[in-house]
């Protein structure tokens, strides 16, 4: 069985904000791998993260990941997980409904797929 991957929560502020917070924890990582990122919201201005061999990058269209039955997370999070990313970082617009996705992040089979989540806050 593969390691589970660490993910990183991040929430709050706007979109910008939380797409500059996961590039600049990206710079302090140590190169042990890909990570990928899913990112939940439009981009407002430029974006300051690209698709490369090194970072897998999903951006997934604003709506609540808890209201939405969490189908776009599940896909995209299962996607991203056959590919083993060395990390996993995962950005949500409103912290309004986050203990349901940590519910969803500590449930089957996801308990056994991801490490510890670490939240984020902005």
């Not at 939380?18 to 590039?23: F, K, L, S, V």
């Not at 999070?77 to 519910?103: M, T």
Request: hydrophobic share 45%.
């Amino acid at each position: 069985m593969k390691a589970a991957v660490p993910l990183i929560l991040v929430s709050g502020s706007t979109y910008g904000d939380r797409e500059a917070a996961i590039a600049e924890s990206i710079k302090h990582r140590p190169a042990k791998g890909n990570i990928a990122v899913i990112l939940e919201g439009l981009p407002d201005g430029e974006p300051r993260l690209q698709n490369s061999p090194d970072l897998l990058l999903h951006r997934i269209a604003p709506g609540c990941f808890c209201c939405i039955g969490n189908l776009a997370l599940r896909v995209t999070l299962n996607r991203l997980l056959r590919q083993h990313p060395a990390c996993i970082y995962l950005s949500v617009a409103s912290s309004a409904h986050l203990d349901n996705i940590l519910l969803t992040l500590q449930q089957t089979p996801y308990d056994q797929l991801l490490l510890a989540v670490s939240p984020i806050y902005l």
